[in-house]
């Protein structure tokens, strides 16, 4: 099939736009809580109402794009986040912020089903591996960029005579005691402009693989009854919850405890966390290349166990910096839960991926349980949670018994095996 590399590079766009709508929502965190008068249980609907929408959408959204299509889906996508972005900042209360974020997570849900299969046809089968990886880093970047713009923002809105036209703007139409209302806007451009330019691509057709079907309604009440289905769900589960129960409460656990102002360190606290976890993404590639992924999984979640710890129980320069590390460590966990999973069962790849990617819902529940046990006790003590899912996914890297293990290079002989 001949290659399109201009719907590659508009995947590769979308990647960077979900990753910067879904990925700054713990360098609001205090923010938004300051400016609703949140508890901590409060708090925790905000990333609850996001990402619940992934457990509620996935499969249905598997069915919808082979009912209509990639290019009306990826539409659909992006017009349900300008939809919402564009309700919020016209009325920016509690209320239509959770509905808004809903709505938006229910967008990204639905992109997210659709540009893996799209960029395995547009880049190229053959190429797929390269391009997967580089959308991955597409997506880190995003994630660390946009609560760098989240600083800017608030720290520039309202600033007399400022020359920079788009905060002219954005100083008009936001609150001014809710500066970070803004960034809305911000997803709302982006939004728009990518409904433009996927209306005026032309897509190709794409033919989806056995791992890509959505499957039958029978394959999945048989894979529910599956014992492994139901752990490695739960191991998606409890690799999303811990990674947003650390980034979307590390901006206000450094504030608390430490005092950092999270609107510029604790921001870029939450971006460096991000970047690090692209960073290493790319050395577990390289190490899964040398590596037993069962063993790359426990080494990685061991050292993000000890990073967490010093995190909450170090100093304040120390728990700064660990809480970034713990993106680092955490990097490898999703692909290798998904291939591990994957190649654990021998049929049904299409509907067990999308009851793995309906685990996402981890990092909705989980906010709830660490805003309720903090309210009862204190964050620290509800961030302790995060050792659990930690722990689960730690233990899997021993019951796992995939029918195929990675490949994997011998040093002594120089051949790969």
Known sequence: ?????????????????ISFLTNILGALNPS??????????????LPFSFFIAYGIMAIPAGFMVE????KKMMILGFLLAFTASLLFVGVPSFNVFIFSLFTIGSGMAILQVVINPLLRVSGGEENYALTSVMAQLTFGAASFVSPLVYSWLVTNLGKTESSNALLNFLSGVTPESMSWVAMYWIFAILSILLIVLIYMVKFPKVSLSDEEKVG?????????????????????????????GISYWMSKYLQIYHGYDYETIGAS???NFWGLMTIGGIMGLVLLKFLDSKLVLKLFTFLAILSLTLALFGSAEVALYAFQACGFFLAVMYPLIFSLAL???DKNHGAFAGILVSGIMGGAVVQLLIGFISDLTSLKVGMFFNFVLLAYVFSIGFWAKPLINNKTIDLK?????
């Open 413 to 417: 002989n120089k051949t790969s095996k």
């Open 32 to 45: 938004v809580s300051s400016s609703y008068h949140l508890s901590e249980t409060m708090a925790g609907f």
């Open 67 to 70: 009912k209509y299509g990639e």
């Open 343 to 345: 190649n654990s069962m």
């Open 216 to 244: 039958s309604k029978e394959s999945y009440l048989a894979l529910f009854k599956n014992k492994k289905v139901i752990l490695f769900f739960l191991g998606i589960f409890a690799y999303v919850g811990a990674e947003q």
């Open 269 to 271: 606290a939450v971006a």
């Open 1 to 17: 099939m001949k290659k399109n590399y201009v719907v590659v590079v508009l995947i590769f766009l979308a990647f960077f736009v």
